[in-house]
């Protein structure tokens, strides 16, 4: 399945192909995975250097860059797609409350704290806006993540077209042990 996968993948899909690169490749006739493996590693490096054959490798579905297991995680995120679409702030609202369930879920299992929310909304036309709050200190408890999320998506109402996705991450990580728990500074919200 993979190489069926890769050949009907358009450009703009694959990763470090961004919107300019996805263009130029456009303009040569380039517009899928298939069109990318048509073309020759010669081809390839005379029109986008040495990313060319990075290119005409992941194509091939050859990928030589390490893979790291153990990096280390900079956010921690839930989003999810709605079957109907949101109008309503009480409706997003309350669709925020089991992504910011599973979000602190993860943080008390990792120690996990973060000093940043962000809040991600795709609209029924795919448009997708983010807005995040940093704090100072590490947000230290799920209400306190709710709380900031909620004031971000309440910050952007009313919307101008219904929503289809949600989102809801926290980064600028910090790993602290229970006994550690910074107390929350209170937020005007």
């Known amino acids: 399945m993979g190489p069926s996968f890769v050949e009907a993948l358009p450009v703009g899909k694959f990763h470090g192909i961004g919107p300019a690169t996805s263009a130029k490749m456009n303009g040569l006739g380039i517009f899928t995975g298939m069109d990318i493996r048509n073309q020759t590693l010669e081809f390839m490096n005379a029109n986008f250097g040495k990313s060319g054959a990075y290119y005409y490798w992941i194509s091939r579905g050859v990928d030589d860059r390490p893979v790291r297991a153990n990096r280390i995680r900079k956010s921690?995120?839930?989003?999810?797609?709605?079957?109907?679409?949101?109008?309503?702030?009480?409706?997003m609202a309350a669709e925020l409350r089991p992504l910011v369930n599973?979000?602190?879920?993860?943080?008390?299992?990792?120690?996990?704290?973060?000093r940043t929310v962000t809040l991600k909304i795709k609209f029924s036309d795919f448009?997708?806006?983010?807005?995040?709050?940093?704090v100072l200190t590490v947000v230290s408890s799920r209400d306190d993540l709710e709380?900031?999320?909620?004031?971000?998506?309440q910050a952007e109402m009313p919307f101008p077209k219904s929503v289809r996705l949600l989102g809801?991450?926290?980064?600028?990580l910090q790993t602290q042990s229970n006994d550690e728990v910074v107390p929350q500074l209170d937020l005007p919200i």
Not at 127 to 134: G, L, Y
Not at 168 to 172: A, D, E, N, Q
């Open 76 to 91: 921690i995120g839930a989003e999810n797609t709605f079957s109907a679409d949101l109008t309503t702030f009480e409706a």
């Open 102 to 114: 599973k979000v602190w879920r993860h943080c008390e299992s990792t120690g996990n704290r973060g």
């Open 127 to 134: 448009e997708i806006i983010t807005r995040s709050r940093s």
């Open 147 to 153: 709380s900031l999320a909620v004031a971000l998506l």
């Open 168 to 172: 809801v991450s926290m980064s600028s």
